[in-house]
């Protein structure tokens, strides 16, 4: 099968592992970000019938138009069959109107990507209140990958004595699947949030943390006040160590600083963002969820 890899330009490094763990080769799209934000898209030519292109959403509203520009060039190229493999999905969180009159991004998100591409793969993405990932990407190629297995590792390696925490109900789906493949205790914490940066989390019925060392888990740092909290939780009930453990980096400087200050030892993610605390490659994840498929 003759398929096409593509990659934004100012992905290439997260791309090319992709490529190599895939055993394909990749071409660029080439970007150009003009003074007041519009963005020129320019695909290689000529194209196989079936494309992938690799596209992690971090900085989502303008990645969102830059992946529609292309989806929307390649077809008249003679494309027929386009996936997207984005490590990282965004607008997952907003799954319902909390308020009359908000958007549910989630669907709104999810359904235009669909029409775009003819498969979706990710890793984690933040499924709350539904089950699976067509729900919110309405289309049989709609594609989730856990990263459980390669965290379970990971902290098996690294702290392989410890108790893993999932810093609030969301988080359990997440440090269930790690605790399990790890073998290791968790607990679930609960928290009641107050604004982006305002939590407020309870131990509820945590095992003994005092003298242990401590691995919050969860599948999103992005604010990091969540985790801060929940280490301040952590250490006063006498925890030896706190370290965070997710599958998506999102949070920049100032929230780093923050969970610092909580105590927070060291922070690991995949590098489905590219983020200071990648430890974690995705790349034979990815590619082998794509081949399983028949999209390589």
């Known amino acids: 099968m003759t398929v096409d890899l593509l ?3 100012d992905q290439r490094d997260a791309a090319l592992r992709f490529a190599a763990a895939a055993g394909t080769g990749a071409r660029a ?5 003009f003074p007041d934000g519009e963005s020129l898209v320019t695909l290689p030519t000529p ?4 494309v992938l292109v ?3 959403l971090g900085q989502p509203n303008t990645r969102l138009v830059e992946l529609m520009l292309a989806a929307r060039t390649a077809r008249p190229l003679g494309v027929r069959h386009l996936t997207l493999v984005a490590p990282y999905l965004c607008y997952m969180r907003q799954d319902r109107a909390f308020r009359a009159g908000e958007a549910v991004s989630q669907t709104i998100v999810g359904g235009w990507l669909a029409q775009l591409f003819d498969a979706v793969v990710t890793v984690d993405p933040h499924l709350h209140r539904i089950e699976r990932l067509e729900q919110a990407v309405p289309s049989t190629g709609a594609v989730t990958l856990t990263a459980a297995r390669l965290l379970a590792e990971f902290v098996a390696a690294t702290v392989p004595h410890a108790v ?3 810093p609030d109900a969301e988080s359990a789906q997440w440090v269930d699947a790690v605790a399990a493949a790890a073998g290791r205790p968790r607990a679930v914490f609960a928290k009641q949030r107050h604004g982006d940066r305002e939590v407020d989390v309870v131990a509820g019925d945590a095992p003994v943390l005092g003298g242990r060392p401590v691995v919050l888990v969860d599948d999103i ?3 990091g006040r969540t985790l801060a909290a929940a280490a301040h939780v952590c250490l006063a009930a006498g925890a030896r160590s706190v370290d965070a453990l997710v599958t998506h980096a999102l949070c920049g400087d100032a929230d780093l600083g923050a969970m610092r200050g909580a105590g927070i030892g060291r922070l690991w993610s995949t590098d489905s963002v590219e983020h200071a605390s990648n430890a974690i490659p995705l790349a034979g994840l990815l590619a082998q969820g794509c081949r399983a498929r028949g999209l390589l």
Do not use: E, K, M, Q
């Open 29 to 33: 799209i080439a970007l150009h970000r």
């Open 7 to 9: 990659y934004f330009d």
């Open 47 to 50: 194209l196989a019938p079936r």
């Open 54 to 56: 690799f596209c992690t």
């Open 221 to 223: 740092a992005s604010s």
């Open 164 to 166: 893993l925490v999932g």
